[in-house]
Structures are given as C-alpha cells and as structure tokens.
C-alpha cells in the first residue's frame, strides 16, 4: 500500500513539473516564443554555449533572463528528484527519471513551440536532480538508521 502511494505521489509531482515546464503562459515561455520566432534555429545541442553565452556576454542581457534560466533550470525538478531519493525506489529506475524527465520535456517544448530545446538546460537539470537524489537518499538512510 505505501508502494503504490509513493508512486501516485511521484506521478503528481511529475505532472506538475510537466505543467510548470510546458506551460505556455508562464513568461519564460512567452519570451522563448518571441525569441523562436526570430531564429531559425530553434534547438541548441552544443553543450554549455547558452551558459558561456550567458556569462562572457553578460552585459547584453537582462540580469532577470540570465538568473530565470540558472534558477528555473536548478530548481525545477527538484522536487521530483528529491522524493525519488527519499522513498525506496529502485536506483536504476529512479536514475532514468532524472536524465529522461527533462529531455522529453524540452523536446515537447520545442514540439508545441513553447520554448526550445537546449541542451545546457537538460545538463543543468539533470545534474542539479542527481545532487538532490542523493541528499534524500541520505535523508531517507539517516532517517531509518
């Protein structure tokens, strides 16, 4: 019975983080749209050239942007991240979430044409979620010690 609440939990949270992600009314999305509709190129798969971006051009861009994209991208997920440590989830299982969750959200973004797919976001999300999967882990082993 536990098992099978901690997994309706772990749905919900999921969703949740889906609705807040692809949420076409949030700001960060309207400002990806107004930015998609001027590029041509709307996927960016070279690995850390918007956080390079982002910090060697640092005067060209709004300071709220640049922290949106470190704060959204750090934080987001972590609800889900943390609650799969805490609860005794298989690690493989758990470890899939973390790296799968993020990337089929930012295609779905770029698919609905909501935001763009980035993969600076994805290692921002993905290493920030294995960080917090572990600290519930310890959470959750200090807690049953």
């Keep these: ?9 772990l749905i919900v949270l999921i969703v949740l983080t889906s609705l807040i ?3 076409p009314l949030t700001k960060s999305a309207q400002a990806n749209r107004e930015f998609i509709v001027d590029r041509t190129e709307n996927i960016s798969i070279s690995p850390f050239s ?6 060697v051009n640092v005067d060209r ?3 709220n942007i640049i922290l949106k994209f470190f704060a959204i991208n750090l934080i987001l997920y972590l609800p889900v991240a943390f609650f799969l440590g805490l ?3 298989d690690k ?3 470890v899939l979430i973390i790296v799968l969750l993020p990337i089929v959200l930012d295609v779905l973004q770029n698919v609905f044409r909501i935001g763009m797919f980035d993969i600076d976001s994805v290692i921002l999300n993905v290493l920030s979620s294995l960080v917090i999967f572990r600290m519930g882990r310890k959470v959750s082993r200090t807690a049953n010690a």
């Design 1 to 9: 019975m536990q098992n099978r609440k901690a997994v309706v939990i």
């Design 87 to 89: 609860k005794d989830f």
């Design 50 to 55: 918007t956080i390079k971006e982002y910090i």
């Design 92 to 94: 493989l299982i758990s």
């Design 21 to 23: 992600k692809l949420n």
């Design 61 to 63: 861009y709004n300071t």
